[in-house]
Antibody, heavy 117, light 107 residues
């Protein structure tokens, strides 16, 4: 079945780096845009970044631009988010999601990133 | 970037009630509006896209409408499974923006 599974979350110190992964299955990965969305504890949803199926089209929220890098490995049907210069404001559950046009139809279960000294 | 303003932020209702949630975009987004449902500890679930098109598997008691830059999600007869937080999401061609959410609670 169509599925997205995130991994790579954990505890990191302010200023540190972390790489999130999202493994896709059940659909042709290269046919879709993929996105990262995050949700701080007890807060709402915030779009983080998107990438086209070929990897050539990317976009970032202003809050992460210059610090986060989205990428894909089509051979592994995987999406990544390299995060650097992390701050406490980056603490959140990070979801990967499949984009069907301009909305997200399939979501992973999320991976928690905690930035704390 | 567009701003998406949802109202109300919280709502108490009873089983069988009809409820509406509104979402206003700060600029024209055509019909690029989606609605999601999220339950505690779970990922969001797509309910509706293009303002009023129901995602496969979503009960028909959910419906959407659009009037200019104002979008409405309606649940015609609340069921126990519907108590959750609802988010609207717009797209301006460059970035995605979510509303702040509406928490629907049992009265």
């Amino acid at each position: 079945q169509v599925q997205l599974v995130e991994s790579g979350g954990g505890l990191v110190k302010p200023g540190g780096s972390l790489r999130l992964s999202c493994e896709a299955s059940g659909f042709i990965f290269s046919d879709y845009y993929m996105t990262w969305i995050r949700q701080a504890p007890g807060k709402g949803l915030e779009w983080v970044s998107y990438i086209g199926g070929s990897g050539g089209d990317t976009g970032y929220a202003d809050s992460v631009k210059g610090r986060f890098t989205i990428s894909i490995n089509s051979a592994k049907d995987s999406l990544y988010l390299q995060m650097s210069s992390l701050t406490v404001d980056d603490t959140a559950t990070y979801y990967c999601a499949r984009s069907r046009g301009w909305y997200m139809d399939i979501w992973g279960r999320g991976t928690l990133v905690t930035v704390s000294a | 970037d567009i701003q998406m303003t949802q109202s109300p932020s919280a709502l108490s209702a009873s089983i069988g009630d009809r409820v509406t949630i509104s979402c206003r975009a700060s600029q024209s987004i055509s019909s690029w509006l989606a609605w999601y449902q999220q339950k505690p500890g779970k990922a969001p679930r797509l309910l509706m896209y293009k303002g009023s098109d129901l995602e496969v598997g979503v009960p028909s008691r959910f419906s959407g409408s659009e009037s200019g830059a104002e979008f409405t999600l309606t649940i015609s007869s609340l069921q126990p499974d519907d108590f959750a937080t609802y988010y609207c999401q717009g797209f301006d061609g460059f970035s995605y923006t979510f509303g702040q959410g509406t928490k629907l609670e049992i009265k």
